[in-house]
């Protein structure tokens, strides 16, 4: 169970990691809200990447 667990975790940092650097790319180094992008969840990383895509569409 926990070799399982690990591997989720590691997934989903990935996932994180991913959308934190496509942020980055994008020159967003900070939320809408003000607080860094490195301290933000992969869930509040998808809303800033969403936001900030749809600004630049």
Do not use: C, P
């Amino acid at each position: 169970m926990g070799l399982l667990y690990q591997a989720v975790q590691s997934q989903n940092e990935m996932k994180r990691k991913f959308v934190l650097s496509r942020l980055k790319d994008m020159g967003i180094h900070h939320s809408h809200t003000g607080l860094s992008i490195d301290l933000l969840t992969y869930e509040e990383l998808k809303i800033e990447l969403a936001k900030a895509s749809a600004v630049r569409s």
